[in-house]
Nanobody, 124 residues
C-alpha cells in the first residue's frame, strides 16, 4: 500500500552536516506529487516535534524555529524521495528523525504514513 523508509543518519561533530533521505514506495504513492510530506524528530526524553513540511499542491513550506536557516526540505518526484539537508548541526539536534506523508495534513498526529526513523547523533 504505502511505505516510507528513512536513511542517512549517523554520527557527526557539531557544525557538520547530514543529508537524510526518505523513499516512498507502494501503490499509495502512485500520486506522490499530491502528498504533503514532512520531517519530525524525537530526542531522548523529549516529545516528538515537527522539523519541516512541504507541499507543492497547497503551496506550503514550513520550518521549525530551530530548523530555519540550517535545514532544507526538498522532494524528488521522479525518485519519490523526501530529503532533509541538515547543516550547522548542534548537539541538541540529536534525535531519531522520522518522515511522514499525508494527502492534506502535516502534523504530529493524523498523518497517514510514517517511517520507522533514522538516528542522527551530533557530538560536541
Amino acid at each position: 500500500e504505502g511505505l516510507l523508509v528513512e536513511s542517512g543518519g549517523g554520527l557527526v561533530q557539531a557544525g557538520g552536516s547530514l543529508r537524510l533521505s526518505c523513499v516512498a514506495s507502494g501503490s499509495a504513492f502512485d500520486d506522490f506529487d499530491e502528498y504533503v510530506v514532512g520531517w519530525f524528530r524525537q530526542a531522548p526524553g523529549k516529545e516528538r516535534e515537527g522539523v519541516a513540511c512541504i507541499s507543492d499542491r497547497y503551496s506550503r513550506l514550513w520550518y521549525s524555529d530551530s530548523a530555519k536557516g540550517r535545514f532544507t526540505i526538498s522532494t524528488d518526484t521522479a525518485k519519490k524521495t523526501i530529503y532533509l539537508q541538515m547543516d550547522s548541526l548542534k548537539p541538541e539536534d540529536t534525535a531519531v528523525y522520522y518522515c511522514a506523508a499525508d494527502r492534506s495534513l502535516c502534523g504530529l498526529t493524523g498523518m497517514d504514513h510514517w517511517g520507522k526513523g533514522t538516528l542522527a547523533i551530533v557530538s560536541s
